[in-house]
């Protein structure tokens, strides 16, 4: 197989969150833009952990039975995260994705999220042109 590039299927229209955004806001932004996750980064937009849907859930739950919602995305982010390279070929971003159980994957360029790598465009990639 020809060797392409993650670049070429990068998602890059997506929700970027800041470790003190309140959970309920950065929920509804996953929400709202159909996304499993979001990278969190700092203030020099370096990355330093992942929101997922998932992570929304307890305190989304929470909400439910007390009618408020608290806390803030570096209360409930994972901060072990495992990213790709912009330039990394789409053949070691599927090999990655059967090592890892994530759905998705920060895409970064020289440090700085370029977006997000998901696993079913690497499928739907290897699908057409493998």
Not at 15 to 38: E, G, M, N
Not at 116 to 126: A, D, G, K, M, T
Request: charged share 25%; net charge negative.
């Amino acid at each position: 197989m020809t060797a392409y590039l993650v670049r070429e299927i990068v998602r890059r229209n997506i929700p970027v969150l800041s470790p003190d955004t309140p959970i309920r806001q950065a929920a509804f932004a996953l929400v709202d833009a159909k996304a499993d996750a979001a990278p969190v980064v700092d203030d020099d937009g370096v990355l330093v952990g992942i929101l997922s849907q998932r992570d929304c859930f307890r305190p989304a739950l929470h909400a439910s039975y007390h009618r408020q919602w608290t806390g803030r995305v570096m209360d409930q982010m994972s901060r072990d995260v495992v990213s790709i390279e912009v330039e990394e070929e789409i053949i070691r971003a599927a090999e990655m994705f059967l090592m890892h159980p994530h759905r998705v994957f920060p895409v970064l360029n020289s440090n700085q999220i370029e977006g997000l790598l998901y696993r079913s465009e690497v499928l739907r990639f290897l699908i057409h042109f493998g």
